[in-house]
């Protein structure tokens, strides 16, 4: 046995034994961290044209592999013949229907890279349709469904700073060195960027090789920073309508996104908006007369409400049609008779789809809550509807109703197995006042399964990331996890969480982090005046803007008998010069440049507080992550080692931002976090 094999061979036993040695302290019934395996999403549904099936992508982990999994489902609108469309370890997903029915486009990697295939659904015969270099994403059918639209990225012309001589005959040299120029030269997740953009194609459905419709060194629809949109077909068929950053400057201004009309024969462009600001999300009116998108005036703050707005087919008289909604609409799309538009928006942590009628004076009316955070939905011809639902005991099913008869029907139970062997943490909604201002904080408790009132339960407090996101009355994995050790836990959304309206969420405009610290310190407080928590075990977990927030919190209180920041930011100016995002930290969540305001940079550093820490602190982190890189955690680890504060330092190999790449990773987190707590535990 080679010593590296062997490594690896004795870190595996260890980690399993860790993995169960904390599963068999759990008690009996509950939920175990290698439950990551067996917990299951339907995702992504897809309602036919004519709303009699739908078609969802069905996520799992595979313990063998070590991969996440999707493959295809189908289940009829009322419920009946659920079954597979796709199976195998393959990962498969955007699952569209062709206009009449007949057909299904889908993308999987089962050839040993992400391709366009289509199925037909009579005879469940597939074909491949691409061949690409890079994956397609953004399909959309033309009306005829005689063609495909997709994006996909193309290579371009890498930089070169001069002629490289040819090694000898023979001779191996190492790797050439990769050269950049652009300001965004990694990203997280794909990491290192190659020099290409994505470009948009379209493809005949019956086979052929695709056109390219567009060119130019810029993203031609979604790009790796965000914004920019999937191709929407006019109903003609002869045009697509697109959002995309469409400058060479695009780098430098992220938000800034057009909507722009392909021509399908010659890819010529025409521009429609012009603002400074996004524009996405376009979808044509059946008549083909109109453009619904979602948007806002950019002002360069933190969170900007995002609005819907309908326009001519040329982009003129632009309106917004939810000027009093202050939450975020988005996912507009027309019905089919033109009279009104379904969007989705987030209230309270709530997501909800919302149906707006077109008849001048007409409010919106909610039709569907409890959807995913994505607010995933898709809607038939006839008014009927399918959505992903997500409630605190269901990580995500099928669910389906009609424009008429708007009450959910829940049609797939993929999870109920496992949790009938499997109890779960019931959860409370919780509101309190911050000790800061008096304002409302809404919260929730999570108790552990067969909660004993008379007890005194060790309480976490989970902080969300973002840090303009939110917790909702959603299902959380994490928690449940804890609460099945017997942790009571704590979520809330403290001011910058989003769905409460722009000025809330601003409160952390060139502020964060900052006040919020008085939010989360106050739900502790709350949580503890129900008696059931001992206030001698309290700790504090949260990832990425949670886990900046985790360290805000122990460098200014010393509540907390441990601490686990998970992939923080630590130093806002190495973090602005070495993350993927750095013209958008600078633009959106500073006033400029960290060298033009030093003061302020290091000011809302948690570096700035670290000599106050006391509390034993674990880190974890990616070394694959981009987003908050890797010497973010490694700056504030070594800085409590200088300290002496109690303190270790977990690096996930190939884990980008979130650890979420690999299930395994996944489990040793968990088991990480709740052995740290449990060790630094005080004993009765």
């Known amino acids: 046995m080679s010593r590296r094999f062997h490594s690896v061979a004795t870190a595996l036993a260890v980690f399993i034994f860790c993995v169960f040695s904390v599963a068999q302290e759990h008690l009996p019934n509950r939920l175990e961290p290698l439950d990551v395996f067996g917990v299951q999403v339907a995702a992504a549904p897809q309602i036919s044209p004519d709303g009699k099936r739908i078609v969802y992508v069905r996520q799992s982990a595979d313990i063998s592999s070590d991969r996440r999994i999707s493959n295809l489902w189908i289940i009829n609108f009322d419920g009946s013949e659920h079954r597979p469309l796709t199976t195998g370890a393959y990962h498969e997903d955007s699952p569209r229907w062709s206009p009449d029915g007949t057909r299904l486009a889908y993308v999987s990697d089962r050839d040993g890279s992400p391709q366009l295939y289509i199925r037909w659904m009579d005879s469940g015969e597939t074909a491949k349709l691409t061949d690409l270099e890079n994956a397609p994403s953004g399909i959309s059918w033309s009306p005829d469904g005689r063609q495909l639209a997709f994006t996909s990225l193309v290579s371009a012309t890498p930089p070169k700073i001069a002629s490289l001589p040819a090694a000898p005959e023979g001779a191996k040299w190492a790797e050439p060195p990769k050269v950049y120029e652009d300001l965004i030269y990694r990203f997280n997740g794909p990491g290192y960027l190659k020099a290409a953009y994505s470009q948009v194609f379209v493809v005949a459905a019956d086979g052929g090789a ?18 920019g949109s999937s191709p929407s077909w006019a109903p003609e068929g002869k045009s697509l309508i697109i959002s995309m950053n469409g400058s060479t400057n695009f780098q430098y201004e992220p938000m800034h996104t057009e909507l722009f009309e392909i021509n399908i024969n010659d890819g010529s462009l025409k521009q429609l908006t012009h603002r400074n600001g996004p524009n996405e999300s376009p979808d044509i ?46 996912q507009p799309r027309w019905a089919a008779d033109g009279k009104g538009i379904f969007f989705t928006y987030a209230d309270q942590g709530d997501t909800k789809l919302a149906y707006l009628p077109m008849a001048p004076g007409s409010s919106s009316r909610i039709l569907a809550d409890h959807l995913d955070a994505g607010g995933n939905f898709t809607i038939a011809r006839s008014g009927a509807f399918a959505v992903q639902y997500d409630t605190p005991s269901d990580p995500g099913d099928v669910a389906a109703a009609t424009l008429s008869n708007s009450k959910l029907n829940v049609l797939t139970s993929l999870n109920r197995e496992l949790f009938t062997a499997r109890k779960l943490g019931t959860v409370e909604e919780l509101w309190y006042e911050s000790s800061l201002d008096k304002r409302k904080i809404e919260g929730w408790v999570m108790k552990p399964p067969d909660f004993d009132v008379s007890k005194k339960y060790p309480l976490a407090l989970l902080i969300h990331g973002g840090p303009f996101s939110n917790y909702g009355d959603r299902f959380m994995l994490n928690a449940q996890l804890l609460a099945a050790k017997d942790y009571v836990v704590l979520y809330t959304n403290p001011r910058g969480s989003t769905s409460y309206g722009e000025e809330f969420s601003n409160l952390i405009h060139h502020a964060y982090p900052g006040d919020d610290f008085y939010d989360l310190n106050s739900g502790v407080d709350a949580v503890l005046t129900k008696g059931y928590v001992d206030a001698d075990n309290l700790f504090v977990v949260g990832g990425s803007g949670g886990g900046v927030l985790t360290c805000w919190m122990i460098g200014r209180t010393d509540r907390f008998r441990a601490a686990a920041s998970l992939f923080p930011v630590i130093n806002w100016y190495s973090w602005v010069l070495t993350s993927d995002l750095p013209s958008f930290g600078t633009l959106y969540w500073f006033t400029g440049n ?30 694959e992550d981009f987003r908050t890189p890797i010497s973010e955690a490694e700056q504030y680890y070594a800085a409590l080692k200088l300290l002496k504060v109690e303190s270790a330092l977990v690096r996930f190999p190939g884990e980008p931002h979130g650890l979420s790449r690999r299930p395994s990773h996944q489990v040793a987190g968990t088991v990480y976090i709740l052995n740290w707590f449990d060790s630094h535990r005080k004993k009765p």
């Open 285 to 330: 009116s059946p008549d083909g007369k109109l453009i619904v998108y979602t948007g806002f005036d950019d002002r360069y703050q933190g969170h900007q409400t995002t609005y819907l707005y309908v326009a001519n087919r040329d982009g003129s008289d632009a309106r917004a049609i939810t000027p009093k909604l202050d939450r975020d609409a988005g």
């Open 210 to 227: 695709p056109r390219q419709l567009t060119s130019g060194n810029f993203p031609h629809g979604p790009s790796e920073m965000g914004g």
């Open 594 to 623: 960290p060298w033009d305001h030093p003061d302020e940079y290091m000011k809302r550093s948690v570096i700035s507080l670290v000599k106050n820490v006391k509390t034993p602190t674990l880190l974890m982190t990616g070394e």
